[in-house]
C-alpha cells in the first residue's frame, strides 16, 4: 500500500510483477552483452592490433541490425512476442558457445569472431523490438518512460559492472572463464523470460497480410506520422555521429593518457556510471512533460562535455566530463525513445521498435568513419570534430522542425487517446 500523500516514483514501475520479470533478465542479458564487448574488443586488438578491425566487428553487427531490422518489426507484430525473445536468446547463447569452444580447442581467429558478430547483428533485430513491445504493453502509457528508464538504468549499470566483472575474471582467470561467465547469464535471461505471460499485438482489421506488405506499411506509417518520423530522425543523429566514440576509447587510452587495459576498463565503467545516473534522473522525474526541452538541452550537453574529455590531458580528471556526457546521452535516449512508444500504435509497435533499433545500428556503422578519421589525425580529433557536427545538426533540427517543437502536445493528445484505447494483453 502507497504511502498517504507520497509522491509517485518511477521507480513504481517495479511494483508490477511481469515487469520485475523483464527487468531480472534485462539485468542478466546486459551484463553479459557489455561485459562481452570489453572482452572481444581486447581479442580483436590482439589478434590483429589494427584499430580497424574493431571498426570491421561494428560493422558485421551493424548491417544485418539494419536491414533486417524491418523484418524483426515486422515478424514482432505477427507472432508470439515472447517466444520470438526466447528463441533469438538461444541463438545468443549458441554464439558464445561457439566462441567459448574454439577458445577452448585454441583454434580462435579474427574471422570467428566476424562471423559470430553478424550472427548476433541477425538476431538482435528480432529480440530488441519484441522485448520493448511486450514491456510497453505490460506498464501502460503513463509509466512508459519510467520503465525505460529503470531498463535503461539496468543495462547502463551493466556498462559499469559488466565490464569490471569480466575484466577481473580475465586477469584472475582467463577469456575462456569469461565466456563461461556470459554463457551462463545469457542463459539466464531465457530462464527469466519463461514468468513473462504470452504477448500478441493487436492485429489491425482484415487479419495477417504477407510479410512483405507488413514491411512496407511500416514504412508508410512511419511517413504519414510526421512527428513519429521526427523524433526517430532526431534520435539517429547523435547515434550515428558521437556515440560511436565508444568503440575507440581502446585507441584514446594508449594515445592519449597510456594506461592500458585497466585504463580501458575504467573509462567503461565510467561511461557506465553516467549512463546509471542518467536513468535514475529520468526514473525519478517521472513521466513528466517538457520533452522537447529536456532531448535538446541532453543531446547538446552530451556533444559539449564529451568534447572536454577528448580535450583533458589528465586521466582522472577526463573521468567527470566522461561520466557527465553519458548522463546525458542516457537521458536523451529514454525521453526520445519513451515518446515514440507513446506515438505509435500497437499494432505497428513491433515496427516502430525496429525503426528505433536503427540507431544501435547506425552506432557501430558510424564506427567506421569515425575510426578511419582516427587512423589520419588520431581518436581525440576525430571524436571532437563529431562534436562539433552533432551540435550544429541539433540546432539546424530544431530551428528547421515546426513538428519537433510542437512534440509535447502532440504527446498529450497521444496520451489520451491511449487511455481510451487500452493496450493488447
Known amino acids: 500500500m502507497k504511502a498517504a500523500g507520497r509522491k509517485p516514483s518511477g521507480f513504481d514501475v517495479l511494483s508490477i510483477p511481469q515487469f520485475r520479470w523483464l527487468f531480472v533478465g534485462n539485468v542478466a542479458f546486459f551484463f553479459a552483452m557489455q561485459g562481452q564487448m570489453l572482452t572481444r574488443t581486447i581479442l580483436a586488438w590482439d589478434l590483429t592490433g589494427l584499430a580497424q578491425s574493431l571498426a570491421y566487428i561494428n560493422l558485421v553487427v551493424a548491417l544485418p541490425m539494419i536491414f533486417a531490422s524491418m523484418i524483426g518489426g515486422a515478424v514482432t507484430d505477427r507472432v508470439e512476442r515472447r517466444q520470438l525473445i526466447i528463441v533469438g536468446q538461444c541463438l545468443i547463447t549458441c554464439n558464445e558457445i561457439f566462441i567459448l569452444t574454439m577458445l577452448l580447442l585454441g583454434q580462435l581467429e579474427f574471422w570467428h569472431l566476424l562471423c559470430t558478430a553478424f550472427v548476433a547483428g541477425c538476431a538482435f533485430p528480432f529480440i530488441m523490438p519484441a522485448r520493448m513491445a511486450i514491456t510497453v504493453n505490460v506498464v501502460g502509457p503513463d509509466r512508459i518512460q519510467s520503465a525505460m528508464a529503470v531498463s535503461g538504468g539496468a543495462m547502463n549499470l551493466s556498462r559499469v559492472v559488466g565490464p569490471a566483472m569480466m575484466g577481473v575474471i580475465i586477469s584472475e582467470f582467463s577469456v575462456i572463464a569469461a565466456y563461461v561467465v556470459s554463457t551462463i547469464l545469457y542463459a539466464s535471461a531465457v530462464f527469466c523470460m519463461f514468468f513473462v505471460k504470452r504477448n500478441k499485438a493487436v492485429q489491425p482489421d482484415g487479419g495477417k497480410k504477407p510479410l512483405l506488405a507488413d514491411i512496407i506499411y511500416g514504412f508508410q506509417y512511419v511517413s504519414l506520422n510526421k512527428p513519429v518520423l521526427v523524433c526517430l530522425m532526431f534520435g539517429l543523429v547523435p547515434m550515428f555521429l558521437a556515440m560511436p566514440f565508444q568503440n575507440l576509447l581502446v585507441m584514446l587510452v594508449e594515445q592519449t593518457w ?168
Not at 260 to 269: F, T, V
Not at 287 to 297: I, N, P, Y
Open 258 to 425: 597510456q594506461v592500458g587495459e585497466s585504463g580501458l576498463g575504467i573509462l567503461m565503467g565510467a561511461g557506465g556510471v553516467g549512463g546509471v545516473l542518467g536513468s535514475i534522473w529520468i526514473a525519478r522525474r517521472g513521466d513528466r512533460s517538457e520533452r522537447l526541452r529536456l532531448m535538446v538541452v541532453t543531446v547538446i550537453g552530451f556533444a559539449l562535455f564529451l568534447a572536454v574529455f577528448t580535450q583533458t590531458s589528465v586521466f582522472y580528471l577526463a573521468l567527470l566530463p566522461l561520466v557527465l556526457a553519458n548522463l546525458c546521452a542516457s537521458a536523451f535516449q529514454t525521453v526520445n525513445n519513451a515518446t515514440i512508444q507513446i506515438l505509435v500504435d500497437d499494432s505497428v509497435r513491433g515496427r516502430m521498435s525496429s525503426f528505433m533499433m536503427m540507431s544501435f545500428g547506425l552506432t557501430p556503422l558510424g564506427v567506421f568513419p569515425m575510426a578511419v578519421a582516427a587512423d589520419h589525425i588520431g581518436a581525440a580529433n576525430a571524436i571532437l570534430g563529431a562534436c562539433v557536427a552533432l551540435m550544429i545538426i541539433t540546432v539546424a533540427f530544431v530551428g528547421l522542425s515546426r513538428t519537433l517543437r510542437a512534440i509535447d502536445s502532440t504527446v498529450r493528445v497521444s496520451m489520451d487517446r491511449e487511455h481510451k484505447e487500452p493496450l493488447a494483453g
